[in-house]
């Protein structure tokens, strides 16, 4: 299976109402065997955005949620170059696991909704044992001082085959179709 092919059958499962899981928020009883395994494995995903050079950057390991409309949060800090990159339009390339795993191309955004942001205050303690205990994840005062910001993912399309994270390259050609 191709990562054309594993992206859409996750689309599908995920648009479907197919899918839920403590793990990421997704499991699936119709998926694929890989692809649900492949979600289910992941504690981190890898998100690179696009220069201004039109280059890719330094793919970083992030934790995630995913929605059940089948978007995916993260936080991060409000001064780093991935949320003024996102800020200014960049779109972000996604690879699942490791920066070698089924890729894909997605829309971000930056989301102010305090309710999105409750959710991954809670939803991350659930699936990461450092968040649990205290050490790292949201807080509710660090959204409130502005110091963290959740970003919304959407996937657009997949990644090209052979496609992998390599800083300082050329992305692949995405206006057309964002």
């Given at each position: 299976?191709?990562?054309?092919?594993?992206l859409?059958?996750?689309?599908?499962?995920?648009?479907?109402?197919?899918?839920?899981?403590?793990?990421?928020?997704?499991?699936?009883?119709?998926?694929?065997?890989?692809?649900?395994?492949?979600?289910?494995?992941?504690?981190?995903?890898?998100?690179?955005?696009?220069?201004?050079?039109?280059?890719?950057?330094?793919?970083?390991?992030?934790?995630?949620?995913?929605?059940?409309?089948?978007?995916i949060?993260?936080?991060?800090?409000?001064?780093s170059?991935?949320?003024k990159?996102?800020?200014?339009?960049?779109?972000?390339?996604?690879?699942l696991?490791?920066?070698?795993?089924?890729?894909?191309?997605?829309?971000?955004?930056?989301?102010?909704?305090?309710?999105?942001?409750?959710?991954?205050?809670?939803?991350?303690?659930?699936?990461?044992?450092?968040?649990?205990?205290?050490?790292?994840?949201?807080?509710?005062?660090?959204?409130?001082?502005?110091?963290?910001?959740?970003?919304?993912?959407?996937?657009?399309?997949?990644?090209?085959?052979?496609?992998?994270?390599?800083?300082?390259?050329?992305a692949?050609l995405?206006?057309?179709?964002l």
């Amino acid at each position: 299976m191709n990562r054309r092919e594993f992206l859409q059958g996750f689309l599908v499962a995920v648009g479907s109402g197919l899918i839920a899981s403590s793990i990421v928020g997704i499991a699936q009883a119709a998926a694929p065997t890989r692809d649900l395994t492949a979600f289910q494995d992941a504690s981190y995903i890898y998100i690179a955005t696009v220069r201004k050079d039109g280059n890719q950057s330094q793919a970083a390991r992030v934790w995630f949620i995913v929605t059940p409309d089948n978007k995916i949060l993260i936080d991060t800090n409000s001064d780093s170059w991935k949320a003024k990159r996102i800020k200014r339009g960049s779109p972000v390339l996604i690879w699942l696991g490791s920066t070698t795993g089924p890729a894909f191309i997605g829309k971000a955004e930056i989301i102010d909704d305090t309710a999105i942001q409750d959710s991954m205050i809670e939803k991350i303690p659930e699936k990461y044992f450092l968040a649990r205990i205290g050490f790292f994840g949201p807080k509710r005062a660090k959204f409130d001082d502005g110091q963290i910001i959740t970003i919304r993912i959407s996937p657009v399309r997949d990644l090209p085959d052979g496609f992998v994270s390599s800083p300082g390259t050329p992305a692949p050609l995405l206006a057309k179709d964002l």
